[in-house]
Each structure stands twice: as structure tokens, then as C-alpha cells.
T-cell receptor
């Protein structure tokens, strides 16, 4: 079974609007972390935001916020006030358990911001 | 603070040839990862090092792929011999703690 599911292969959003990118995950661990990365066409993976499984508050980093719904096992990324530079691939990833375990990535969502 | 460095950025080889990639992690980061990202997919872990020891290489095709991290700093990933399906971006990442991995720019490999 897929550990990370991103059901939206592609999304379009108007500049200055907000957009939500979906991510659901599957784990039986109580301790885990959820990550979002941005990958522009240049190829580098840029860390955006992190949510730990025990964090009670939703994580926020500037225009990025993570809508964490533990019971539904979802960790959606919300980007507010979209900018043209936000056009990129977005990957949701999970780390299970404690320690420096590797990330498991979803297949990604391509976001296109339209002027 | 300097980021994760990788070289080369691009490599084109013919099948059955050998190729090597190099990664220099962020100074002080004990954990180093190599990921393979095939076009249209998310990155998949190949191997994880903690200092100079291997933590996880369960998804490394050991008949053709090898990796080492001498002295617990920089690392090399080798493919010998390459197959067409090895065409991908090879990403190196390093981590100081649990909540973040820093990625390098990647090496884009094309096998003809």
C-alpha cells in the first residue's frame, strides 16, 4: 500500500489566491513526521514545512500552513496569496518512528500559478 | 552556511558504462542519504549513512550500485554497469536532526 498519497497530479491557481494541495498518509507508528518539499524546474528540493505527529498546533511558515487532521491521516499544504514563483512540483513526505529514518515521498503535485 | 554540494550536475553515458556521483554534505551533518528520482515520481531512498556506517541499503540494487562514505564526510555513489532504467536524478541529502533534510541540486543521469 502507498504510504503517501497525493491525488492531484496537477493544480492551477490564480495569482494572489490560496490553494490547497492534498496529502494522505498511512502508518501504524504513533511517532512520525510529515514534510512538504517544493521542487522547481531547476531540480533542487526545497524544504517548506514540517509537522510532528504529537504537535497539537498546525505548523505554519510564512505563506505555508499545514492542515493536519490526524484522525483522517491527512496533511494538506495550504499556500496563501499564490505567487508566480510558486509554480513547481510539490512533494509530501513522511518519516516513521524516531531517529533519522529516511523520508518516503508521494508522487507529487504540479502547481501552476496563472497571472 | 554552504549547502549540500553534488557533482556532476549532468551526465550522459551509454548502457553498460560506469558512472560515479559525488556528494559533500553540510558540515557537521552526521546523516547522509542518496535518493533516486525517476521522471514523474517522488524520490526513493537508495542508501542512508550515519557517519561512515550504512544504516539502510535495503533498496540499493547491489548487483550494480555501490556507495561509500569514507571518513564520515563526503560520499560517492557508483553504478556499474548502467542500464537504461537507471536514467534519473540522483539526489543527495544530509540531516543534522529529525525535522529536516537538506537536499543538494542533484545529478541528472541519462543512459542511452
Amino acid at each position: 500500500a502507498q504510504k503517501i498519497t497525493q491525488t492531484q497530479p496537477g493544480m492551477f491557481v490564480q495569482e494572489k489566491e490560496a490553494v490547497t494541495l492534498d496529502c494522505t498518509y498511512d502508518t501504524s507508528d504513533q511517532s512520525y513526521g510529515l514534510f512538504w518539499y517544493k521542487q522547481p524546474s531547476s531540480g533542487e528540493m526545497i524544504f517548506l514545512i514540517y509537522q510532528g505527529s504529537y504537535d497539537e498546533q498546525n505548523a505554519t511558515e510564512g505563506r505555508y500552513s499545514l492542515n493536519f487532521q490526524k484522525a483522517r491521516k491527512s496533511a494538506n499544504l495550504v499556500i496563501s496569496a499564490s505567487q508566480l514563483g510558486d509554480s513547481a512540483m510539490y512533494f509530501c513526505a513522511m518519516r516513521e518512528g524516531g531517529g533519522n529514518t529516511p523520508l518516503v515521498f508521494g508522487k507529487g503535485t504540479r502547481l501552476s500559478v496563472i497571472a | 552556511e554552504a549547502g549540500v554540494a553534488q557533482s556532476p550536475r549532468y551526465k550522459i553515458i551509454e548502457k553498460r558504462q560506469s558512472v560515479a556521483f559525488w556528494c559533500n554534505p553540510i558540515s557537521g551533518h552526521a546523516t547522509l542519504y542518496w535518493y533516486q528520482q525517476i521522471l514523474g515520481q517522488g524520490p526513493k531512498l537508495l542508501i542512508q549513512f550515519q557517519n561512515n556506517g550504512v544504516v539502510d541499503d535495503s533498496q540499493l540494487p547491489k548487483d550494480r550500485f555501490s556507495a561509500e562514505r569514507l571518513k564520515g564526510v563526503d560520499s560517492t555513489l557508483k553504478i556499474q554497469p548502467a542500464k537504461l532504467e537507471d536514467s534519473a536524478v540522483y539526489l543527495c541529502a544530509s540531516s543534522p536532526r529529525l525535522d529536516e533534510q537538506f537536499f543538494g541540486p542533484g545529478t541528472r543521469l541519462t543512459v542511452l
